[in-house]
Structures are given as structure tokens and as C-alpha cells.
């Protein structure tokens, strides 16, 4: 129902209540390593996957390595270059994220019900058959050097820095920021390190559908 023309400005609109709310159960597919539980809906040929692997700063020995790994996991492997890899993604109209946190990476993977193992195929290549090129790795620290720069003109950004740094201590995931002396610092084989450890199929892995 619409309120009169004179009255919207100051009136919300009615709220229509609902009565009866019903849920689906869902699937559950229990596994060695744990326990999927995956809700359908057939009307929708699109998929979501959210993955979380805990492979964060919290686990980092040189500081920056973890987002440098996220930053080079598309930029290809033993099997794609990073140009193929970018061209087939695209072609299944579909998308591969992932972004670093303090103790996750989340990777998230959306696209056609049709495509979605082509995209899971190329997800996991990325993770276990990631070359790192050095050259690839001046470039990202340029990119991110550059970033960092303009996040330091912020007042709230360093503000928000320094808040972290009383509370939990610059030592501290929690308390410190990636700068860029610490991108400067970080060497090759401390992210091929890094995503040896923390990417291996023996790291814990929450995953939605």
C-alpha cells in the first residue's frame, strides 16, 4: 500500500506481515573430514561457493607473505599462464575470488550450474600448481606499494592503525598493518613457503554452498 503524495516524505510505508514462513531442511553429505550441508534450489542453474582456508597473516613468518600469495594465485601455473587461466575463467561467464584476512583466505567461486567443475578444476590448480613467478612479484609489490601509499593520505586509515596498534600491540596479528617496507622485505620462497604450508591438503578447509 502507498501512502498519499503529501505524507512520504515523513510516513513510512505500511509493512505487510507474513504468517507462515517455511525452510528447507537441506542435505546434509558427511565426509572423513568433516560435514557438508548444502540447501537447493533447482529454479536457480546458479552456484555459490564460499570457501575459507586458514592460511591468513596469522600464520605468516614474514609479514605480507600471505597477501602476496593471494595476489599471485592468478597469475598462473605449471598447467595455465596467467592470461589463460583470466581467458578461461571468462569464458564460463562465471568467477573465482579470494581475498586475504587475518585468519582465513575466503575464496569465493560463482557460476552456472554447468561450469562450476571447470571453475573448481581451475580453483584448485591455483592452489596446489601455482608457479609464483618472480617477475610477476616486483609488479604486485609496485601495485601494492602504490595502494598502501594512498591509504596512508587517509587520516581514518591511520588513525584505525594506530588504535590496533595500542590494543593489541604492533607484534600482534591483530595490532600490526602491512606497510611497504614490509612488502620490500618479502622474498620469493617466502610465499612459495607460506602456500606450501598453509594450501597443502592437509590444512583444514569450511566450505558453504
Known amino acids: 500500500?502507498?501512502?498519499?503524495?503529501?505524507?512520504?516524505?515523513?510516513?513510512?510505508?505500511?509493512?505487510?506481515?507474513?504468517?507462515q514462513l517455511s525452510f528447507h531442511q537441506g542435505k546434509g553429505l558427511p565426509l572423513d573430514v568433516g560435514r557438508i550441508q548444502g540447501f537447493?534450489?533447482?529454479?536457480?542453474?546458479?552456484?555459490?561457493?564460499?570457501?575459507?582456508?586458514?592460511?591468513?597473516?596469522?600464520?605468516?613468518?614474514?609479514?605480507?607473505?600471505?597477501q602476496m600469495m593471494v595476489s599471485l594465485l592468478?597469475?598462473?601455473?605449471?598447467?595455465?599462464?596467467?592470461?589463460?587461466?583470466?581467458a578461461l575463467i571468462e569464458e564460463t561467464g562465471g568467477n573465482i575470488a579470494i581475498q586475504r584476512g587475518t585468519?582465513?583466505?575466503?575464496?569465493?567461486v560463482q557460476g552456472l550450474?554447468?561450469?562450476?567443475?571447470?571453475?573448481?578444476?581451475?580453483?584448485?590448480?591455483?592452489?596446489?600448481?601455482?608457479?609464483?613467478?618472480e617477475s610477476e612479484?616486483?609488479?604486485?609489490?609496485?601495485?601494492?606499494?602504490?595502494?598502501?601509499?594512498?591509504?596512508?593520505?587517509?587520516?581514518?586509515?591511520?588513525?584505525s592503525k594506530e588504535i590496533s596498534k595500542l590494543l593489541y600491540g604492533e607484534s600482534h596479528p591483530y595490532g600490526r598493518s602491512l606497510d611497504i617496507q614490509h612488502l620490500e622485505e618479502i622474498k620469493m620462497q617466502?610465499?612459495?613457503e607460506h602456500a606450501n604450508q598453509w594450501l597443502s591438503w592437509n590444512s583444514d578447509c569450511i566450505g558453504t554452498i
Open 1 to 19: 500500500m502507498t501512502n498519499p503524495s503529501n505524507s512520504w516524505r515523513t510516513k513510512p510505508p505500511e509493512i505487510a506481515l507474513t504468517e
Open 40 to 66: 537447493y534450489d533447482d529454479r536457480q542453474p546458479f552456484v555459490q561457493i564460499n570457501l575459507l582456508i586458514p592460511a591468513g597473516t596469522w600464520f605468516e613468518s614474514q609479514y605480507g607473505a600471505a
Open 74 to 86: 592468478k597469475s598462473g601455473t605449471s598447467n595455465h599462464s596467467g592470461e589463460t587461466l583470466n
Open 103 to 108: 585468519y582465513y583466505i575466503h575464496i569465493i
Open 113 to 133: 550450474n554447468h561450469s562450476i567443475e571447470i571453475l573448481l578444476d581451475l580453483l584448485f590448480d591455483m592452489l596446489s600448481e601455482s608457479i609464483f613467478d
Open 137 to 159: 612479484l616486483s609488479k604486485r609489490v609496485t601495485i601494492l606499494s602504490n595502494k598502501l601509499r594512498r591509504l596512508h593520505q587517509q587520516p581514518e586509515y591511520r588513525a
Open 190 to 192: 617466502d610465499i612459495r
